[in-house]
């Protein structure tokens, strides 16, 4: 059984930094194409960014571009987001995904709350 445990969540002032966390276990993470994606209340969940199974490849939302980074470390099964410059509305729970295909992912984490204040 796959799961995703995220990490790294909490409240941060705007200009400031924190950086997530997703474990997966139940099968290695290499496995998988990984993603973030993120929910404010009252909002649609929207894609963040993604990384190919190796980590070659990254894609993010334009709303993140530079600011952003998503990597990931198969050695420890793990993938992360870092998130410099974060502003007020960056404030929203935080999902990790993964998927096996170019389908919808699959599975999903529970979530890591992220507050930004102004």
């Known amino acids: 059984q796959v799961q995703l445990v995220e990490s790294g969540g909490g409240l941060v002032q705007a200009g400031g930094s924190l950086r997530l966390s997703c474990v997966v276990s139940?099968?290695?993470?290499?496995?998988?194409?990984m993603a973030w994606f993120r929910q404010a209340p009252g909002r649609e969940r929207d894609f963040v960014a993604s990384?190919?199974?190796?980590?070659?490849?990254?894609d993010y939302a334009d709303s993140v571009k530079g600011r952003f980074t998503i990597s990931r470390d198969n050695a420890k099964n793990t993938v992360y987001l870092q998130m410099n410059m974060l502003r007020p509305e960056d404030t929203a729970m935080y999902y990790c995904?993964?998927?096996?295909?170019?389908?919808?992912?699959?599975?999903w984490g529970q979530g890591t709350q992220v507050t930004v204040s102004s």
């Open positions: 139940g099968r290695p993470s290499n496995n998988f194409q």
């Open positions: 990384i190919s199974t190796l980590g070659s490849g990254t």
């Open positions: 995904a993964a998927r096996t295909s170019p389908a919808p992912y699959e599975y």
